[in-house]
């Protein structure tokens, strides 16, 4: 049996890469059904605006969720798929009945933040793995995070 993988890397390193994979792609299910919440529930008189920026980030993570899955594939491990697990290993708890607008960017601010955090984690260990890809992958999530992060708090003033 060979010790690398189907991409040329060390299988046991992409132990812990794929963990840390699965938690992330947890932390995201969490966050994606917290923000499809506010956009749901979201009241007052910035209901317009905040309802469609809601949809357009979940469809962003719902876009996110997948890639990061099926990287999970390509390194040779399976994603989680049920519930238990993401609840489970989610980074981030779950955000329920918040019906402010501004707590619901609020809500939206702490997931954006909690995601970079793991994901900077994820991109240093890919990297020590010598995982580019992998590293690559979140570390453009987290750019494009930054940036929402600075425009909801825009928002809060
Ligand atoms: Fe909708």
């Given at each position: 049996?060979?010790?690398?993988?189907?991409?040329?890397?060390?299988?046991?390193?992409?132990?812990?890469?794929?963990?840390?994979?699965?938690?992330l792609l947890s932390t995201y299910h969490v966050f994606y059904l917290n923000v499809r919440g506010y956009h749901w529930?979201?009241?007052?008189?910035?209901?317009?605006?905040?309802?469609?920026?809601?949809?357009?980030l979940y469809t962003e993570l719902q876009l996110q969720i997948d890639e990061i899955a099926e990287r999970i594939l390509t390194l040779g491990g399976t994603p989680f798929h049920a519930?238990?697990?993401?609840?489970?290993?989610?980074?981030?708890?779950?955000?329920?009945?918040?019906?402010?607008g501004r707590?619901?960017?609020?809500g939206v601010v702490n997931g954006l933040q909690t995601l970079i955090e793991e994901q900077r984690d994820v991109s240093s260990v890919a990297e020590e793995a010598e995982d580019q890809g992998t590293a690559d992958l979140v570390d453009e999530y987290v750019q494009t995070q930054e940036k929402h992060i600075w425009m909801y708090n825009a928002f809060l003033g």
């Open positions: 049996m060979t010790n690398t993988n189907q991409i040329g890397l060390e299988k046991k390193d992409m132990t812990q890469v794929i963990e840390k994979l699965n938690g529930n979201v009241k007052g008189e910035h209901f317009f605006s905040l309802h469609e920026k809601f949809e357009e519930y238990s697990d993401f609840t489970q290993h989610a980074s981030l708890k779950e955000n329920k009945n918040v019906f402010e707590a619901c960017v609020e």
